[in-house]
């Protein structure tokens, strides 16, 4: 594992330190998926505003990428901004495909957790596509909003964000996981935490490939409903969830996961059953083979629900079988509702 201490940087910074960490020594399960795609600001093109990983054990490749204006809800129009996070199961690189110099010199391809709505043709012209409003890679549970909510480390509520905006961060990469936590440093700051699991210990063999999950988890400022924060998670090619502010769902202060799609709820803070004790317990966010939440598959590791009304606060270290967990407990410079969880800090 390779640790990334709480630190003050850029909206920039945060592509660099998660691939630094990924690239480690330490780390032998990801390497560097394109050495054309570049977090050097030379351009505004996303290839010169990114950074691609390749997972070996999964054969995923995980994009991380700075841009805004993701749509949260189109009755609000609020959008975020920060760091998008897909996952494709090919990568082409392939540029006598592209029509000039000026054209993307790779993209995603196969299946990927990009939508068919996304407005970057670079990034959507060699992803399989079915239906009007998705591609095959995954169902989506919200079927009148077709800006499917990625993953990402969402860092301010606004239509753009600048690779020198001001943020902090905290995480830690291990072969398996990418936890991470970030929260940007004005007014129109928020707060997120981004876990991207390969998941290694099924209860079975659920047939389910790629066997990994990324589940994130956004605050955002004004507006909120009774301390929601709002969840996206993606598991295999088939199943996808995300809930825009619009749906009515309670994403509960200190939880992972929602009461539909493929991770389900984590809780932190159940009293000890023997009358005697004053020890809190916890419960692991599980994993589900589909979004009806009926066959478990797994329990998730890359974080816990956090709690800091038993004394834990943000930048707490907890000691959790023998696993250290950092806890995160942040709402962005200007937000309302923190996003808490504990996330992977071994």
Known sequence: MVKIPQQSGTASDIIDAIAAAALDDENSAWSDGDSDIVNTGQSSNYWHNARVLHHSPTGLYLLLMLEGGWYITEVRNDRLAGVTCFVSEDWETDTEIWADENSAPAAPAGRSTIPRSYGSSDLRDNIELTGSYRHESFQVYNDDDNRQGPCGFWVRESSGVDRDYPVRFVGSVTDDIIAFGAWGRDSSGIASVNVFEHVTDKFFNDGISPSAVMYCNQSHTGGLRDGWTYPSSFYGWNEHYYMPRD?????EVGQIGTIEGPVGMGQWGGVHPHPESDEFLYRRAPLYQSGDQEV?????????????????????TVDVDGTDYRYFEQTGEDGDVPVKQAILYE
């Open 296 to 316: 478990p598959v797994a329990v998730l590791k890359g974080s816990l629900p956090s709690q800091s009304g038993i004394g834990l606060g943000h930048g707490h």
């Open 247 to 251: 749906n009515h769902y309670p994403m």
